[in-house]
């Protein structure tokens, strides 16, 4: 099951993240180990993006390519302000806001216990426009507790971006749109899996594997211990 449609600028993007993230060792593929993912799901993937902090020239490639994203499919003075989703997220907020030239706030995952801003560390005005981001998403879920903590605080959320999206549980964008939330990626693992076939970085049986997993995510964690529906 694939992600919808991509632009030739978005799909070459994909791949070049891709790329960056199979050169930095952030991506594990582990069918016969599989790991267990906060959302429940088994999975024989996994990624990493957190090491991508420790290497300034790929992700300020990144950076580049995620702020590209932004100012071609959400406008260039559409948004007020750029926040983090604790705490993966907070380092790549940071940096967009800081190419966008805007002003930034983290999320708390929970309310830190008082306050009409409970979950929000930083200046949040009432009715800012505001681009949720965080390094990536499986099947959408955190999004939602960060989005409703930032409408809670009086702003807007329509936007959500990630330098990674699983692409493979069903319904996932579709959630969130209900939500009134869009959410904008880079890769997927349709482009790992892409880049990592040409350039022979994981044996064949791995590969199959991890296609096996892709096509049909849920009968594949269901049978390997991990969340079925």
């Known amino acids: 099951m694939q992600t919808a449609s991509r632009s030739p600028e978005q799909k070459q993007a994909g791949l070049t993240v891709a790329r960056i993230l199979l050169e930095l060792k952030a991506v594990n593929f582990r069918p016969e180990e599989p790991y267990t993912l906060t959302a429940g799901w088994a999975s024989p993937v996994y990624i990493d993006c957190r090491k991508i902090i420790s290497f300034p020239r790929a992700r300020r490639k990144i950076i580049d390519l995620a702020v590209q994203q932004v100012q071609r499919d959400i406008g260039f003075e559409?948004?007020?302000?750029?926040?983090?989703g604790e705490t993966a997220g907070i380092p790549y907020a940071?940096?967009?806001?800081?190419?966008?030239?805007?002003?930034?706030?983290?999320?708390?995952?929970?309310?830190?216990?008082f306050g009409r801003m409970a979950q929000i560390e930083g200046d949040l005005k009432e009715g800012q426009n505001v681009l949720l981001v965080e390094d990536l998403a499986t099947d959408g879920g955190s999004k939602l507790n960060f989005m409703n903590a930032i409408r809670n605080a009086g702003?807007?959320?329509?936007?959500?971006?990630?330098?990674?999206?699983?692409?493979?549980?069903?319904?996932?964008?579709?959630?969130?749109?209900?939500?009134?939330?869009?959410?904008?990626?880079?890769?997927?693992?349709?482009?790992?899996?892409?880049?990592?076939?040409?350039?022979g970085t994981?044996?064949?049986?791995?590969?199959?594997e991890v296609r096996a997993f892709l096509h049909d995510p849920i009968s594949w964690s269901a049978s390997h211990g991990g969340r079925a529906e």
């Open 202 to 208: 994981f044996d064949k049986n791995t590969i199959n």
């Open 94 to 113: 940071a940096w967009v806001s800081d190419c966008l030239d805007l002003p930034m706030q983290y999320v708390r995952k929970k309310p830190k216990g």
């Open 78 to 84: 559409v948004i007020d302000a750029v926040a983090g």
């Open 155 to 199: 702003a807007k959320c329509e936007h959500a971006l990630v330098m990674f999206y699983y692409g493979v549980f069903p319904g996932a964008l579709k959630a969130l749109e209900e939500e009134g939330l869009e959410l904008h990626f880079l890769a997927t693992w349709w482009d790992v899996l892409e880049v990592a076939e040409t350039s």
